[in-house]
Nanobody, 135 residues
Framework: QVQLVESGGGLVQPGGSLRLSCAAS????????IAWFRQAPGKEREGVACIMPNEFDTAYIDDVKGRFTISRAYSGNAVYLKMNDLRPEDTATYVC????????????????????????????WGKGTQVTVSS
């Protein structure tokens, strides 16, 4: 069982930046593909970004491309989501999730954050961290 814990959320003004962290207790995350999702009040959960174990294969939804960057800590202990140029519509609870085993293809990562069936393969979920973008 992998327990994921998110941190780094907070209140930020439009145009500002935050870096979210996803860490696991007792294990390193360097062998896991990790996806970030977000859910705003009254809206469905949506995928944001995903990173494969090799750290070079990443995927993003169009809305965050060029603004958000998913990466791994050098130590392997965390996965980050660096968010720049934040907008009020980015306000949501951000949650990270992990697959129980490395996906066979980076397409799994891509599909999971774009509403595809592969999102059902995500086994471990954190409880989330709140991001509020407001002036």
């Amino acid at each position: 069982q992998v327990q994921l814990v998110e941190s780094g959320g907070g209140l930020v003004q439009p145009g500002g930046s935050l870096r979210l962290s996803c860490a696991a207790s007792g294990v390193t995350l360097d062998g896991y593909a990790i996806a970030w999702f977000r859910q705003a009040p009254g809206k469905e959960r949506e995928g944001v970004a995903c990173i494969m174990p090799n750290e070079f294969d990443t995927a993003y939804i169009d809305d965050v491309k060029g603004r958000f960057t998913i990466s791994r800590a050098y130590s392997g202990n965390a996965v980050y989501l660096k968010m720049n140029d934040l907008r009020p519509e980015d306000t949501a609870t951000y949650v990270c999730a992990a697959y129980p085993r490395p996906p066979d293809s980076s397409y799994v990562c891509y599909d999971s954050i774009h509403g595809g069936v592969h999102s059902q393969m995500l086994r471990f979920w954190g409880k989330g961290t709140q991001v509020t973008v407001s002036s």
